[in-house]
């Protein structure tokens, strides 16, 4: 399977951005689909993730702001992100098909993107 990213790029404090991920060679309905992020210098860290069985998980410092909504027809998965901040800037990965129920961690997905950098300016 194969994960593009699309709809990063430069925003302003506040802002907003929405990230789009398309996969191909694999239909993930009914699989688990996410997103997370990686500054420079940090580890990659959940951000979001979507499976029918146990719903959508938030990271505390996005929830209330970003949401995460797919397509299974486009197979496709969303990440809408408002009120952006400055802690927000990090490339954006897209991540789909469970190996594990643990969506919050990296090792749970098997199939990444190839990432896009999002950055926010104050």
């Known amino acids: 399977a194969q994960l593009v990213e699309s709809g990063g790029g430069l925003v302003q404090f506040g802002g907003s951005l929405r990230l789009s991920c398309a996969a191909s060679g694999h239909h993930f309905v009914n699989d688990g689909m996410g997103w997370f992020r990686q500054a420079p210098g940090k580890e990659r860290e959940f951000v979001a993730a979507n499976w029918w069985r146990d719903g959508t998980i938030y990271a505390d410092s996005v929830k209330g702001r970003f949401t995460i909504s797919r397509d299974d027809e486009k197979n496709t998965v969303y990440l809408q992100m408002n009120e952006l901040k400055t802690e927000d800037t990090a490339v954006y990965y897209c991540?789909?098909?469970?190996?594990?129920?643990?969506?919050?961690?990296?090792?749970?997905?098997?199939?990444w993107g190839q990432g896009i950098q999002v950055t926010v300016s104050s």
């Open positions: 991540a789909a098909g469970l190996l594990s129920s643990s969506m919050w961690l990296p090792t749970a997905f098997e199939y």
